[in-house]
Nanobody, 120 residues
Framework: QVQLVESGGGLVQPGGSLRLSCAAS????????MSWYRQAPGKERELVAA????????NYADSVKGRFTISRDNAKNTVYLQMNSLKPEDTAVYYC?????????????WGQGTQVTVSS
């Protein structure tokens, strides 16, 4: 059974930091690219950060570059999102995503999300 379980969300003041974790099980984690998405109320889900299966390449949305860092530990089947210098506009539900393309097949899994609220 595939599971992606996010944790680490919460309420933080502007300028603060949070570290999100996503623990994966039920699939070969090291074969999947991992991403973090977020969705704010009334807005579409957007890609925040992504990392390749071996962790050699990362990509970030322009809005979080220099503030957020995605990383992964394939031995622990976990992907992280370190969020620094948080702003109120970072408030959203953050989702973990695992994706693998094999020929004509796409394997795409989502977590349940964790709420991040940035407010004074």
């Amino acid at each position: 059974q595939v599971q992606l379980v996010e944790s680490g969300g919460g309420l933080v003041q502007p300028g603060g930091s949070l570290r999100l974790s996503c623990a994966a099980s039920g699939f070969t984690f090291s074969s999947y690219a991992m991403s973090w998405y977020r969705q704010a109320p009334g807005k579409e889900r957007e890609l925040v950060a992504a990392i390749t299966s071996a962790g050699g390449t990362t990509n970030y949305a322009d809005s979080v570059k220099g503030r957020f860092t995605i990383s992964r530990d394939n031995a622990k089947n976990t992907v992280y999102l370190q969020m620094n210098s948080l702003k109120p506009e970072d408030t959203a539900v953050y989702y973990c995503n695992a994706k693998r393309v094999s020929g004509s097949w796409t394997y795409d899994y989502w977590g349940q999300g964790t709420q991040v609220t940035v407010s004074s």
